[in-house]
């Protein structure tokens, strides 16, 4: 009797009989040959049937499957080097061929170019092709090796508010929601929960959807994503940035692992990804002006010079993190940003109030910004003094400036956003493909 068996292991099974279940990605008719290329959720198999081996019912049937046909097919595997799929080199010589259900129209997503509006609102069925099958499944290495890393080191996962009744980052990228009569809002992170949690449990994260009410359509942003948010007490700013790049390199380490058939799918130079081993690089926000202000100077293009331009305590935009980052190999860390750039909640720089103790990793490539993160302000009269001057409403955070009152300690934590480290390590254009369902500027559907 045949085994039962997934497309990713079909290697262990050469010159044995099979069984695969799945749904016909691709056919190709060559006189007494038909090639069907059927993927089944775990990896795309090619399976020929030859008019010879079938009956004539069975062998017609195959040539007229359509596209994403459901079907379960047995045959023998047998090695050949020249056999498409994922993985390659193998294929199935078919014995017998069942049709679960034949589309009775075209499928929408045929084996050509389409517009991007076009698949996203397809999306339920544009999941289906190889290379967003790849992404997604890089995307669920990443997940769990972000997990694998932090139980390791001693962080307990606490889950955190999707409902809170404040702005963790900033006023204006709140989503308010009804609240039986009273007003609320999505949150935008979990950090300052985390940072209640520390003085419980020392090293914490959560790990979730978050939401930005940004109305930017850059290819860097969603408006709902997800992020994990390691926080830590006891942990300087310097601390925080060896944990980091620890953090990051074991990621990029369990995709290149796992991940090496749908990395090679997508046409990823993994060459890149196997420098990303600490120490990263450090520069300084005023180094990075510096290094911007030489790029700018020896810079013909008028067009990019102007979008470079940036003074003393703006924030860096896309093109500023994607000419940084083109001087380095491997992620750098940019670390103390002007504090008027940056959250209310950053501790000052020793000797220089006007520059927090902040610090971003940006991903090579031009990737930019992946993880943002501080040492937290621990003294509650500063704190206090911020939320003012961020006129922010002191009732909403009188919990959060009693963890200063309480045993309060030096403390740091960081974010670092799924979707952006995925579209970094699988070397694509969007974000939006890191996500099943992404939710955009102008997009809730499906």
């Not at 081993?277 to 293009?301: G, H, Q, T």
């Not at 008027?340 to 971003?360: C, H, L, N, Q």
């Not at 937290?376 to 009188?398: C, G, M, Q, T, Y």
């Not at 979707?419 to 809730?444: K, Q």
């Amino acid at each position: 009797m045949a085994s039962v068996i997934r497309s990713d292991q079909i290697g262990e099974f050469v010159g044995q009989e099979v069984t695969i279940r799945g749904w016909v990605y691709n056919r190709t008719h060559k006189g007494k040959l038909v090639f069907l290329l059927v993927r089944d959720g775990f990896g795309f198999v090619q399976c020929v049937l030859f008019k010879n081996d079938v009956s004539p019912e069975t062998f017609e049937a195959a040539t007229r499957v359509p596209q994403e046909s459901s079907v379960v097919i047995t045959g023998k595997v047998r090695a050949d080097p020249r056999a498409p799929g994922m993985p390659g080199g193998f294929e199935i010589g078919v014995t017998d061929f069942e049709i679960v259900q034949a589309l009775e129209e075209d499928y929408p997503i045929s084996l050509k170019e389409h517009g991007i509006e076009f698949l996203l609102d397809r999306r339920h069925l544009w999941i289906r092709s190889q290379s967003q099958w790849a992404v997604l499944r890089i995307r669920a290495t990443v997940v769990k090796a972000i997990r694998e890393w932090l139980d390791d080191h001693g962080f307990l996962n606490i889950d955190t508010p999707i409902l809170t009744p404040a702005a963790g980052e900033g006023t204006t990228t709140l989503f308010k929601v009804n609240y039986f009569g009273d007003s609320t809002f999505l949150a935008q992170t979990g950090q300052l929960y985390n940072e209640a949690n520390i003085f419980a449990f020392n090293r914490v994260y959560c790990f979730g959807p978050t939401f930005r009410a940004e109305k930017s359509k850059t290819r860097r942003h969603l408006t709902e994503f997800w992020m994990v948010e390691p926080e830590m007490a006891f942990c300087d700013l310097d601390a925080l940035m060896e944990i980091e790049e620890q953090f990051v390199s074991y990621i990029v380490r369990r995709v290149l692992a796992e991940r090496a058939v749908e990395l090679a799918f997508l046409g990823r130079d993994t060459s890149v990804l196997e420098k990303v081993v600490p120490p990263f690089p450090r520069i300084s926000y005023d180094e990075a002006l510096e290094i911007l202000a030489e790029i700018r100077a020896n810079m013909d293009d008028q067009d990019l010079r102007a979008q470079l331009e940036i003074t003393w305590g703006d924030d860096f935009g896309s093109p500023h993190e994607t000419e940084l980052t083109k001087r380095f190999e491997k992620p750098v860390f940019v670390y103390g940003y002007p504090t008027i750039a940056k959250a209310f909640y950053m501790e000052p720089w020793p000797g220089r109030p006007d520059v927090s103790k902040s610090v971003d990793l940006l991903a090579p490539e031009g990737y930019g910004e992946i993880i943002g993160g501080s040492e937290r302000i621990s003294d509650p009269d500063l704190l206090l003094e911020r939320i003012h001057a961020h006129n922010l409403p002191e009732e909403a955070f009188s919990w959060y400036i009693d963890l200063r009152k309480y045993g309060s300690v030096p403390h740091s934590g960081f974010g670092m956003g799924v979707e952006r480290t995925v579209t970094w390590i699988c070397g694509i254009d969007h974000l939006r493909e890191t996500i099943a369902y992404p939710r955009m500027l102008n997009r809730v559907y499906p």
